[in-house]
């Protein structure tokens, strides 16, 4: 990809993803920086599962995005595989410059690669400026999604 490396995220990544994951509204309130022990851990478990791709987009040595893609077998859809792209998140003095196209499209191929039928995802009900994002790369809004913490 030129100038951006797309790779496989290592701990000594975690402090740059989790800035990142923390660096807006949403994320201040449910990421905690100043302890990144339990993000060590899921990078452990992560890295073990081999449907998992935690990944970081690296420029000039410096971590400037990073998104998680999950590969889901199932029976629906003629047991078609699909994906689901999670936690993308550009550095903020990246936004605007296509690096955020270019790492979606890398999942996309990925997907493909691995043999996907269909990747999904899903934003926050707030994030309307993603949602305009994903629908000019062809996602479409087709579901409702809902979620329960436990």
Same mark, same amino acid.
Not at 85 to 111: K, N, Q
């Given at each position: 990809?030129? /100038?951006?490396?797309?790779?496989?995220?290592?701990?000594?990544?975690?402090?740059?993803?989790?800035?990142?994951?923390?660096?807006?509204?949403?994320?201040?309130?449910?990421?905690?920086?100043? /302890?990144?022990?339990? !993000?060590?851990?899921?990078?452990?478990?992560?890295?073990?599962?081999?449907?998992?791709?935690?990944?970081?987009?690296?420029?000039?040595?410096?971590?400037?995005?990073?998104?998680?893609?999950?590969?889901?077998?199932?029976?629906?859809?003629? #047991?078609?595989?699909?994906?689901?792209?999670?936690?993308?998140?550009?550095?903020?003095?990246?936004?605007?410059?296509?690096?955020?196209?270019?790492?979606?499209?890398?999942?996309?191929?990925?997907?493909?690669?691995?043999?996907?039928?269909?990747?999904?995802?899903?934003?926050?009900?707030?994030?309307? #400026?993603?949602?305009?994002? !994903?629908?000019?790369? #062809?996602?479409?809004?087709?579901?409702?999604?809902?979620?329960?913490?436990?």
């Amino acid at each position: 990809m030129g /100038d951006l490396d797309i790779r496989a995220a290592v701990a000594d990544d975690v402090p740059a993803i989790v800035g990142m994951l923390a660096d807006d509204p949403l994320g201040a309130r449910r990421e905690s920086p100043d /302890d990144l022990a339990p !993000y060590f851990s899921a990078l452990e478990r992560l890295s073990a599962d081999p449907n998992q791709r935690l990944v970081v987009a690296v420029r000039e040595g410096r971590v400037v995005g990073t998104l998680q893609l999950t590969f889901i077998p199932g029976l629906s859809r003629r #047991g078609a595989t699909r994906s689901i792209i999670e936690a993308v998140r550009i550095h903020a003095d990246e936004r605007g410059g296509g690096l955020g196209t270019r790492f979606i499209e890398w999942a996309i191929e990925e997907s493909r690669r691995q043999g996907c039928q269909l990747v999904q995802l899903t934003s926050d009900a707030s994030r309307t #400026g993603a949602h305009r994002f !994903y629908e000019r790369l #062809g996602f479409t809004s087709s579901h409702v999604g809902f979620k329960l913490e436990l």
